[in-house]
């Protein structure tokens, strides 16, 4: 019996058609609404047993970097952080953070892993965390203060975010430098370290001031 060639190369197609990975992702399933989140993971570095990094993407373009530097020959152990804002880049495959510190890009491997590039040859993995991101230390920012009444506000640059300040920490002195400046009536550009309190959902609440560190009367955003 004679075979039939043009049927036998159409199952073949069709077979070959039926094996390929049907959850394998393309740019069309990496949506820019599926990146927010927080993703963590451990960074390699030479001479330490790496620095644990963590990021939170916040659906509303900004983020927070976390890295955690291990205790070395020259340096006590250390935490650095990086606020800003971050956007998507190569229809979606990968983001940009615009910020405190160097601009980074990663590259989207899949829904749940973004890499880091970089200079080095080894692979900088982040991969998606379903805790909740801690973003409750104490950061160096640079803003505007307003008053209205008894009522502060601050507006940190990077981000934008607007936050009512608490009267603890070192609000007193930040009010008396604010004072002494004679900027009652306008915004002024300050510097501190401070932290942000966070409500359950994401949003942010208030400033603690830690430490005011000046008032720049000509500074600006």
């Given at each position: 019996m004679s075979l039939n060639h043009p049927l036998i190369l159409l199952v073949i197609v069709l077979v070959g058609g039926c094996s390929d990975d049907g959850d394998s992702?393309?740019?069309e399933e990496l949506p820019k609404a599926s990146l927010p989140g927080v993703y963590?993971?451990?960074?390699?570095?030479?001479?330490c047993p790496g620095i644990t990094s963590t990021l939170w993407l916040r659906s509303d373009g900004r983020f927070f970097f976390r890295q955690q530097y291990p205790e070395d020959n020259v340096r006590e152990a250390m935490d650095a952080y990086s606020i800003g804002r971050w956007s998507s880049?190569?229809?979606d495959r990968g983001i940009e953070l615009s910020g405190s510190g160097p601009r980074?890009?990663?590259?989207?491997l899949d829904r749940d892993t973004l890499?880091?590039?970089t200079h080095s040859d080894l692979e900088h993995r982040l991969t998606r965390d379903s805790t909740?991101?801690?973003?409750s230390a104490t950061i160096r920012m640079?803003?505007?203060m307003r008053t209205l009444g008894d009522s502060v506000s601050f507006t940190e640059c990077l981000t934008g975010f607007v936050a009512p300040v608490s009267r603890g920490g070192d609000f007193a002195r930040f009010r008396?430098?604010?004072?002494?400046?004679?900027?009652?009536?306008e915004p002024t550009y300050v510097e501190l370290e401070g932290r942000f309190s966070w409500s359950g959902d994401g949003s942010l609440k208030s400033l603690i001031i830690e430490r005011f560190i000046t008032v720049k009367a000509n500074g600006a955003c």
């Open positions: 992702d393309s740019p963590a993971g451990v960074f390699p570095c030479e001479g880049i190569d229809d980074r890009t990663f590259m989207r890499v880091m590039r909740t991101a801690d973003l640079e803003g505007t008396h430098q604010y004072r002494s400046a004679d900027r009652r009536s």
